[in-house]
C-alpha cells in the first residue's frame, strides 16, 4: 500500500549514497566522514539527527559547524522540511523544558546550547504544524566543505508508479525540480527547490490509491482537482512538508467537501480509514486540511 510509511524505512548516506538504517546511520557516517577528505575543523562538528515526533521513520542527519547557530539550524530545517517559512521553530530542551528561543538564544552557537546526547524538540506553524524531535549524536574533527550546516544522510523515499506513464519516480532529484540532486543541499546549500510534477504525481498516486475503495471516481476527481490548484498556487504548498501528509489532507477534504465525512468530535469511521491508511494521526491530518483550505481558498480570490 502506497500511503503506509514503514517503521524501519531506511534512509541513505549523501556522502556514499548507501543505503542505510537509522539505527546504523551514525556508525556509517563517522566512517564516511572519516575517509570525505572533508576539511577538519580546530573544534569539532557536530552531528544532529532530527526526526518526526509523530512518525520517526522519517529522519535526517546534519553536520553542523561547531560555530552553527541555532538559528542556521532553524533556517535548514524551514527550508528542506517544513512549511513554515516566516518565523522560527520553537526549541525546547527535552527534561528541563526550557525554551531556547528566548533572549538571544537563535544567535547562541549550538555548542553553547547543547552537548552530545542532548535531546531538543521543536515546534513550527499553529495552522500546520510539524513536530520534530532532534539529538545531538556525536562530535566529529570533519566539518562541511561548505557553510555552516549540511545533509550528510536523510530517509530513503518510497517509489511510486506514474500514474500517468506507470514508470517509478526517480527520488535523486529532491522533490521533482530537474537538475535538482541531495548534492545541493550535502554542500551546504539549504534553499529547497520548488515542487515538480513527480512530487505532485506520487501525492496524487497515494490518493488515488486510497480511493479504490469506493464505487465510482467522485473522490478520485475531486482529489486530482485539489492537487491541480495547488500545484497552480504561486506559494507552491505542495513542494513543501510532508508528501505523505498532504496525500492524507487532499483525501479527506475531498471526503469532506462530497459529505462522507462529518464533523464529528471522535471521527468518522471513513476518517479513521484515512488516518490508518497513511498512518498519521487524525488531529495531524485535520490541521493540514485547514491550511490546504487557505490555500485554495487563495487560488479562487
Not at 514503514?6 to 564516511?32: F, I
Not at 506559494?235 to 505523505?244: E, V
Request: glycine share 8%; net charge negative; charged share 25%.
Amino acid at each position: 500500500m502506497y500511503g503506509v510509511e514503514p517503521q524501519n524505512r531506511p534512509g541513505t548516506c549523501l556522502l556514499c549514497r548507501a543505503v542505510v538504517s537509522k539505527s546504523a546511520a551514525l556508525r556509517h557516517v563517522r566512517n564516511c566522514l572519516r575517509s570525505s577528505g572533508w576539511p577538519a575543523g580546530i573544534y569539532p562538528s557536530s552531528v544532529i539527527r532530527i526526526q518526526d515526533r509523530h512518525n520517526p521513520a522519517c529522519w535526517l542527519a546534519v553536520l553542523a559547524r561547531h560555530n552553527a547557530r541555532l538559528s542556521d539550524l532553524d533556517c535548514l530545517i524551514r527550508d528542506v522540511w517544513t512549511e513554515c517559512c516566516s518565523h522560527p521553530g520553537a526549541f525546547t530542551t527535552i527534561g528541563k523544558e526550557t525554551c531556547m528561543n528566548t533572549g538571544d538564544g537563535m544567535a547562541a552557537a549550538l555548542t553553547d546550547l547543547l552537548r552530545p546526547g542532548s535531546s531538543f524538540t521543536c515546534d513550527y506553524d499553529s495552522d500546520s504544524p510539524t513536530a520534530l524531535e532532534l539529538k545531538i549524536l556525536d562530535t566529529t574533527p570533519v566539518m562541511p566543505p561548505e557553510g555552516l550546516l549540511c545533509l550528510i544522510a536523510q530517509t530513503t523515499r518510497p517509489s511510486y508508479s506514474c500514474g500517468i506513464s506507470g514508470k517509478e519516480t526517480d527520488h535523486d532529484r529532491i522533490d521533482g525540480e530537474e537538475g535538482s540532486t541531495p548534492d545541493d543541499l550535502l554542500q551546504g546549500s539549504v534553499n529547497a527547490p520548488g515542487a515538480g510534477n513527480i512530487r505532485n504525481t506520487m501525492i496524487l498516486t497515494r490518493c488515488e490509491e486510497f480511493c479504490t475503495r469506493f464505487e465510482d471516481d467522485m473522490i478520485a476527481k475531486h482529489c486530482r482537482k485539489i492537487v491541480r490548484d495547488l500545484a497552480a498556487h504561486l506559494k507552491t504548498p505542495l513542494s513543501r512538508g510532508d508528501d505523505i501528509l498532504w496525500s492524507a489532507a487532499i483525501v479527506y477534504s475531498a471526503c469532506r467537501d462530497e459529505g462522507l465525512i462529518g464533523r464529528a468530535k471522535g471521527g468518522s469511521p471513513l476518517a479513521r480509514d484515512i488516518g490508518e491508511f497513511f498512518d498519521l494521526e487524525l488531529p495531524s491530518v485535520r490541521n493540514k486540511v485547514t491550511a490546504l483550505k487557505k490555500y485554495i481558498a487563495e487560488c479562487e480570490e
